[in-house]
């Protein structure tokens, strides 16, 4: 069976690395350079936390018991670190839905527990404690973070070394060939054609768009921005989550930085300097939970575009108009690409469909009198 998966991000490269695993012939095109779009501008945030309804929060388990299998599969994991996440508010209007989201993950059986101040600084001492004042904090032990980037290279070395993948990059998909209601064939912009059995297509905040005859499935993408500074000699390992500020290590003593408040205040991704506004705001943010970041600046600010499905829900599954033309978008891929790739290539090269993913399926973007769902935190 061939497959063609367009974009190699973290969901591309899962899909490509599970059908080649499955038997398939698989081409990976890729536009630009590996996982060089939102895969590589994202936090990175491996949870099921405040992940609503049930079947959604199951998805996100299932994603993050995947990582750990594929960690074996491996033998070792350079891309994944698990080490836990704090969480805490101050703020009195959002303690409702704090308190609320603790109880329901208590309920179904996610990782989470409360801790005290004495016990954070034990564990992370560059946190100062005295921000979070007398606000009760949560734990999550078993969430953690991946590189997109290196979690895509090496998936797809291994596609191409153990079953013979193929990938291409600069190579831009412009249409969807298609003979009898069938996929058919995928061209490029430069003019190459690929035979194809199915095709499946994972480009995130790209994928509203037309190719040729395979249309697209509406989204309501937002506009996500990260600060990253210098490295700082700190010993911090877990991520940390404070009302709307997100903070972990990103490497070689770098900080990741990202606050809600900051992203809303943009419709477009930009360019941003390490010396504007934003940069300002992020760093001082943090510099208040962890005090030595003080000293330093912001080495790098960017922005990126974060693919939401139109109602806010993981898109997968095959599309209703043409038959091979396989959708898996989400906001959520960080957490769930290893399950999604799995189901992809059940689904896709096996033809072992999966019951529990029938809430995600695009033919919902599509009939005559959809009900649409609220949007999901994620």
């Given at each position: 069976?061939?497959?063609?998966?367009?974009?190699s991000?973290?969901?591309?490269s899962?899909?490509?690395?599970?059908?080649?695993?499955?038997?398939?012939?698989?081409?990976?095109?890729?536009?630009?350079?590996?996982?060089?779009?939102?895969?590589?501008?994202?936090?990175?945030?491996?949870?099921?936390?405040?992940?609503?309804?049930?079947?959604?929060?199951?998805?996100?388990?299932?994603?993050?018991r995947?990582?750990?299998?594929?960690?074996?599969?491996?033998?070792?994991?350079?891309?994944?670190?698990?080490?836990?996440?704090?969480?805490?508010?101050?703020?009195?209007?959002?303690?409702?839905?704090?308190?609320?989201?603790f109880?329901?993950?208590k309920?179904?059986?996610?990782?989470?527990?409360?801790?005290?101040?004495?016990?954070v600084?034990?564990?992370?001492?560059?946190?100062?404690?005295g921000?979070?004042?007398?606000?009760?904090?949560?734990?999550?032990?078993?969430?953690?973070?991946?590189?997109?980037?290196?979690?895509?290279?090496?998936?797809?070395?291994?596609?191409?070394?153990r079953w013979?993948?193929?990938?291409?990059?600069?190579?831009?998909?412009?249409?969807?060939?298609?003979?009898?209601?069938?996929?058919?064939?995928?061209?490029?912009?430069d003019?190459?054609?690929?035979?194809?059995?199915?095709?499946?297509?994972?480009?995130?905040?790209?994928?509203?768009?037309?190719?040729?005859?395979?249309?697209?499935?509406?989204?309501?993408?937002?506009?996500?921005?990260?600060?990253?500074?210098?490295?700082?000699?700190?010993?911090?390992?877990?991520?940390?989550?404070?009302?709307?500020?997100?903070?972990?290590?990103?490497?070689?003593?770098?900080?990741?930085?990202?606050?809600?408040?900051?992203?809303?205040?943009?419709?477009?991704?930009?360019?941003?300097?390490?010396?504007?506004d934003?940069?300002?705001?992020?760093?001082?943010?943090?510099?208040?939970?962890?005090?030595?970041?003080?000293?330093?600046?912001?080495?790098?600010i960017?922005?990126?575009?974060?693919?939401?499905?139109?109602?806010?829900?993981?898109?997968?599954?095959?599309?209703?108009?043409?038959a091979?033309?396989?959708?898996?978008?989400?906001?959520?891929?960080?957490?769930?690409?290893?399950?999604?790739?799995?189901?992809?290539?059940?689904?896709?090269?096996?033809?072992?469909?999966?019951?529990?993913?029938?809430?995600?399926?695009?033919?919902r973007?599509?009939?005559?009198?959809?009900?649409?769902?609220?949007?999901?935190?994620?």
């Amino acid at each position: 069976m061939r497959v063609v998966v367009i974009g190699s991000g973290i969901v591309g490269s899962s899909a490509a690395y599970e059908c080649a695993k499955a038997g398939a012939s698989v081409v990976v095109l890729e536009g630009g350079r590996i996982a060089g779009g939102t895969s590589a501008v994202s936090f990175a945030w491996t949870n099921a936390t405040t992940k609503r309804p049930r079947t959604y929060f199951d998805l996100n388990v299932a994603g993050m018991r995947a990582h750990l299998e594929l960690k074996r599969d491996f033998g070792a994991a350079p891309w994944f670190t698990q080490t836990g996440s704090f969480d805490w508010r101050t703020a009195p209007e959002s303690m409702d839905d704090y308190f609320e989201n603790f109880r329901q993950m208590k309920e179904w059986g996610y990782g989470v527990e409360w801790i005290d101040k004495k016990l954070v600084a034990g564990m992370e001492p560059d946190i100062d404690v005295g921000a979070i004042g007398d606000c009760p904090i949560s734990y999550y032990p078993e969430e953690g973070w991946v590189d997109p980037v290196l979690y895509s290279a090496w998936l797809l070395r291994a596609a191409k070394e153990r079953w013979g993948a193929q990938v291409k990059v600069d190579a831009r998909v412009t249409e969807i060939e298609t003979e009898g209601g069938r996929v058919l064939a995928v061209r490029t912009a430069d003019g190459e054609r690929y035979g194809a059995d199915a095709v499946v297509n994972c480009t995130g905040g790209w994928s509203s768009q037309r190719l040729g005859d395979a249309q697209g499935i509406p989204l309501s993408s937002t506009i996500g921005v990260l600060a990253f500074t210098p490295p700082v000699a700190l010993t911090l390992r877990s991520q940390l989550h404070a009302d709307d500020l997100d903070i972990r290590p990103d490497g070689a003593g770098r900080i990741m930085i990202h606050k809600v408040s900051v992203d809303l205040t943009f419709k477009t991704p930009q360019a941003l300097s390490p010396a504007g506004d934003e940069a300002t705001t992020l760093l001082e943010a943090a510099s208040k939970v962890l005090p030595s970041l003080r000293s330093v600046g912001v080495e790098a600010i960017r922005t990126t575009v974060r693919p939401f499905p139109e109602d806010g829900y993981t898109c997968a599954g095959a599309m209703p108009d043409i038959a091979g033309h396989y959708m898996a978008v989400t906001h959520s891929g960080v957490t769930i690409a290893p399950q999604l790739g799995k189901v992809v290539a059940d689904e896709v090269v096996r033809g072992n469909i999966h019951d529990e993913m029938e809430t995600f399926r695009p033919e919902r973007f599509f009939q005559a009198n959809a009900r649409r769902t609220p949007a999901a935190h994620a």
